[in-house]
């Protein structure tokens, strides 16, 4: 991988290369400005006197996509196809979009509606979306890191050679160091010197050697006979399965997108109820759909499910306050969680206010603030970067020591050899 290292450049100067067609992945940690110079470039953000690029000749011809990929999703067309014609009418890259279709599975994919696809599914259809409304200018800002390993080729095929001969595409993403072929990126060390409205906010690292008072009895172990579970007139996601899980270990849940990991989840954690089999915690039967949340936490993958609070403090402190957890043992766990996800100085801010890395870190700390035994963590690396990952994986890693069963749903290879953890993968 070709590496071009820019040192602090106004941002203006790098939107230059963009001018002619081109390929530009941009390295760099959290808050060092990426994502606002992706939004500057299509037009969302201003320079730093208020003012919209120059080189913004038509807002038309830019298009932006995040890590909330749901969001990309208009909301109004009932099924894929529908919300495919929207953005594909009359496209110029109507040939290039029908084959990623296929080989990105999303046209066995036409009847469903866009809201029930799985986090990866929508990262996919988001990205044939865009592209077909030709954009001049194209930035996509994490949204490849939920797409699993199986379809990444297709898309950086795609979009690293002229398949799309009229788009510039401009990429931030925290796993460029694990994939493959990328041909040119430049790097950006530590701070562009943007005026990004989250680096005015008091974030600090994450703490992972700060006290934790959670309970440290083993959590007993979990087991599933012959689980079955299909969405309405879907296909079965999950059938037959049988799993025997001891805490003390981290277990990976891995699988192409769609493959059930989410679904999964959902089912141990009460969100949804299994068609047939049983789930067992110790020698007891568990119903998990009887008394959601309370014995496997869950972390969706996609934060903004589980963020209802006024503050971020009244957040992490909603499920054991809802589980009755006396109020000094819930202030101790709300104080420490947010010395271990750094967001102490943070604790008054309205969670909705803050960029997707944080909300994610928000969402993370609530989930474990509950206590349970078992804890399922959904992509706990999206938005994040490598140093941030890796106190991620320390956390991890101390909860199982402390007697939680962790199950941890993640596409990075990174991110899952730093946990060495048993794999379950699904197919
Ligand atoms: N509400 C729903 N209705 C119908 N089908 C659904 C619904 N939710 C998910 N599915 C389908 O069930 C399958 C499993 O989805 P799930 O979200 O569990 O996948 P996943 O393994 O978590 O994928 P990803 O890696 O993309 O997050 C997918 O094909 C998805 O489209
Ligand atoms: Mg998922």
């Known amino acids: 991988m070709g590496r071009a290292t820019v040192d602090k450049k106004p941002v203006t100067d790098l939107f230059a290369p963009l001018d002619t067609r081109r390929f530009l992945a941009l390295h760099g940690p959290n808050f ?8 500057f470039i299509t037009g969302l953000e201003t320079d730093m006197d208020g003012r919209y690029t120059s080189e913004l000749r038509d807002r038309r011809s830019c298009a932006y996509i995040g890590p909330e990929v749901y969001n990309a999703i208009s909301g109004l067309a009932p099924t894929v ?9 009359g496209t110029r890259y109507a040939d290039a979009l029908g084959e990623m279709q296929e080989t990105l599975g999303l046209n066995a994919l036409r009847e469903r509606n866009p809201v029930t696809l799985s986090g990866g599914e929508q990262a996919m259809l988001t990205m044939v979306c865009a592209l077909g409304l030709c954009p001049l200018n194209l930035a996509i800002d994490s949204t490849i890191e939920q797409i699993s390993a199986e379809y990444r080729p297709v898309i950086f095929q795609a979009l690293t050679t002229d398949v ?12 460029l160091g694990e994939y493959d072929g990328l041909p040119e990126t430049t790097v950006i060390p530590g701070d562009m010197g943007a005026p990004a409205p989250q680096r005015l906010l008091p974030i600090d690292p994450l703490d992972p050697d700060a006290p934790l008072p959670l309970s440290t009895t083993q959590a007993p172990n979990l087991q599933l006979k012959g689980l079955d579970f299909r969405y309405p007139d879907g296909p079965y996601v999950i059938r037959k399965m049988d799993l025997a899980l001891t805490p003390g270990r981290v277990y990976t849940l891995t699988g192409r997108n769609g493959a059930g990991k989410s679904t999964l989840a959902k089912l141990l954690c009460g969100v949804l ?6 789930i067992l915690l110790g020698d007891m039967v568990y119903d998990p759909w009887k008394s959601p949340g309370r014995l496997v936490g869950f972390h969706f993958q996609n934060p903004d499910l589980q963020l209802f609070s ?3 403090d009244q957040e992490i402190g909603a499920g054991p306050v809802a589980q009755g957890v006396e109020a000094t043992i819930v202030q101790d766990r709300v104080n420490a969680l947010l010395r271990l996800f750094g967001l102490s100085r943070m604790r008054d801010i309205h969670p909705l206010e803050t960029p997707f890395v944080i909300r994610k870190r928000i969402a993370l700390a609530a ?4 206590g349970c035994p078992w804890l399922i963590l959904d992509e ?3 938005g994040q970067d490598d140093t941030t990952s890796k106190a991620l994986a320390a956390i991890v890693h101390r909860l199982c020591d402390q007697g939680f069963g962790m199950i941890i749903v993640s596409h990075s290879t990174m991110f899952r050899n730093l946990l060495n953890g048993t794999e379950i993968k699904m197919s």
């Open 81 to 89: 196809a529908d919300e495919l014609s929207i953005h594909l009418r």
């Open 273 to 278: 109820r299994p068609d047939a089999g049983r």
């Open 367 to 370: 989930t474990i603030a509950m």
């Open 164 to 175: 799309f001969p009229f788009t510039s595409i401009a990429l931030a993403d925290n796993r």
């Open 32 to 39: 060092s400005g990426r994502s606002y110079w992706l939004r």
């Open 380 to 382: 706990p690396t999206l």
């Open 310 to 312: 006024l503050c971020i």
